[in-house]
């Protein structure tokens, strides 16, 4: 190492014998880097996990606009829409298709545990409304009281998912009535229900009692081939006599849910708080062993001052210093990291990992931000007069 910094730096590396020289704080200054790494690791896979949570139903569906109530700011929140502003959307040459979409929450009592999954209520009908994996088994919703559930949903057995076949289809209990599930799909649960589950618009109704087939959740509308979305759209504004509502891109929809989640639901807010509580903790670690070192041997460098050594070269042995402990701190931060975001997806099915760009940008992030701290250090050695240190 000392001879790769040498072949680096050009000259003796100074800050890795420095740090070096005393093993016991070296690693301590070490562990503390990987903690904050690992603080930035755990908070961003939440938030990614997040951002893949609440994007993925948008992607059980093919649509280009949807039409919402005004408080309508997540795919299950909000109010109804009543279905005639779909048929009056109709009015516009480039709508070729539309579709009421129903969500509800239902719960699933499994072996004693409550299982909340999404239940999204479709036309079997409408199959290009659905995304090709689920569009395929989307005939079986023709018959009441049968639904497509989540494979993946938290709570549900992989071994008892696997077994749900058409010849061995599942039969349960939910809000007050007996489905039966002849067959699954890909899903995964998030930070809102424990999985998904498709039913017919009927068999939705006959779930939730309340609800009525003319005030769906949603409205999602297809439109011809080769129309410019954004266009229809802001038309489609202006035909439709309910002015309150949220008329937008299906994509917008999508992208302006996660906003919501991110910024002004209390869990995206808290978790933005945590990764930069652990950018700040890793930059007081840094900064406070730069310090520490910069103080242990103000009288050396004194001496190189005195010598006429100018702040570059002080500077130098401090970033070089910074830049070792940010790169042999991230290694292991990354790879506890890691197992820890692993574990966690294993506990509660969400959809955490670690990424690259997750990687790379805390790579990066470390370095620049042990670069600052060493910066910083070096202040109160700028403004030392030799004449006084000895």
């Known amino acids: 190492m000392s001879r790769l910094l040498q072949v680096i730096f050009r000259r003796l590396p100074i800050g890795w014998l420095q740090l070096t020289h005393k093993r016991g704080r070296f ?41 919402s109530a005004a408080d309508a700011n997540a795919l299950a929140e909000g109010g109804n829409v009543a279905r005639q502003w779909m048929l009056q959307a109709f009015a516009d040459s480039d709508v070729t298709a539309g579709m009421g979409l129903f969500v509800g929450n239902a719960s699933w009592d499994r072996d004693g545990f409550d299982i909340a999954l999404t239940t999204f209520g479709v036309d079997p009908g409408q199959v290009d409304f659905i995304a090709p994996e689920i569009a395929a088994d989307i005939g079986h919703l023709q018959v009441q009281d049968v639904a497509i559930v989540d494979r993946l949903a938290r709570g549900l057995s992989r071994d008892d998912a696997a077994a749900i076949r058409p010849q061995t289809p ?39 009692a309340s609800r009525v087939s003319a005030a769906p959740d949603h409205i999602l509308l297809r439109v011809r081939p080769g129309a410019d979305v954004a266009v229809v759209a802001d038309r489609l504004r202006g035909l439709i006599s309910d002015k309150t509502l949220r008329i937008r891109s299906y994509a917008e929809a999508a992208q302006e849910d996660l906003r919501y989640q991110q910024t002004q639901r209390p869990t995206g807010v808290i978790f933005g708080f945590g990764v930069l509580i652990g950018v700040l903790v890793g930059l007081v670690i840094v900064y406070q062993v730069l310090s520490a ?98």
């Open 293 to 390: 070192d910069v103080a242990d041997h103000l009288r050396e460098y004194a001496t190189f001052k005195a010598m006429g050594y100018g702040p570059r070269f002080f500077l130098g042995i401090v970033v070089e210093e910074a830049i070792v402990l940010g790169l042999l701190g991230f290694l292991p931060g990354l790879a506890v990291g890691t197992a820890i975001l692993t574990l966690m997806a294993n506990v509660t099915t969400l959809p955490l990992a670690m990424t690259p760009g997750m990687a790379v940008t805390v790579f990066v992030g470390t370095v620049v931000f042990s670069v600052l701290s060493g910066v910083i250090a070096t202040r109160r050695l700028a403004a030392a007069d030799p004449a006084d240190l000895f």
């Open 27 to 67: 690693m301590a200054a070490l562990a503390g880097v990987a903690f904050a790494n690992v603080l930035v690791f755990v908070q961003l896979g939440i938030m990614n996990s997040m951002a893949t949570a609440t994007l993925r139903p948008y992607e059980f569906f093919n649509a280009d606009i949807m039409i």
């Open 170 to 208: 599942l039969t349960f209990e939910t809000q007050g009535r007996t489905v039966t599930a002849p067959t699954t799909f890909a899903g995964g649960g998030g930070f809102g229900g424990d999985g998904f589950m498709f039913v017919s618009d009927q068999t939705f109704l006959s779930l939730f």
